[in-house]
């Protein structure tokens, strides 16, 4: 187990995907954000940060999914892009050590992680 959080920024009003929620695209048969949590498996704490918008769907898609102990939070600071999720998540990360992936990186795995 890795003691630290992990921050998947999965906010964002997806424009270039006419409103399409980016996490739930598909990548190799499989939704972004499975990616993403599966790359942070080991990690002590993972939070997803959201927008107002997509904070219920990702919720909703946790607890049907079976990842009881990721909490989502909305971004504190709504519109600001990245810099906003950022923020939230180490705001309101429980470790000193905090590391940040977005939710569309699938290329991003937990051996790469793993060196943090």
């Known amino acids: 187990m ?7 920024l999965a906010g ?20 972004l954000i499975e990616h993403a949590l599966k790359a942070v498996k080991k990690f002590s704490e993972v ?11 990702h919720r909703a898609w ?14 504190h600071e709504g519109g600001k892009g990245p810099v906003g999720g950022i923020y939230t998540g180490i705001y309101n990360a429980v470790h000193k050590n905090v590391v940040v992936i977005s ?3 699938p290329l991003i795995d937990e051996i790469f992680l793993s060196t943090f």
Request: cysteine-free.
């Open 12 to 31: 964002g009003a997806s424009k270039r995907m006419n409103g399409q929620d980016k996490s739930y695209a598909m990548y190799s048969g499989k939704p």
């Open 2 to 8: 890795i003691e630290a959080t992990a921050v998947i």
């Open 103 to 105: 939710v569309d990186t």
């Open 47 to 57: 939070i997803i940060t959201a927008s107002k918008n997509n904070y219920e769907s």
């Open 62 to 75: 946790l607890y049907t999914s079976g990842y009881n102990n990721v909490r989502v939070i909305v971004d």
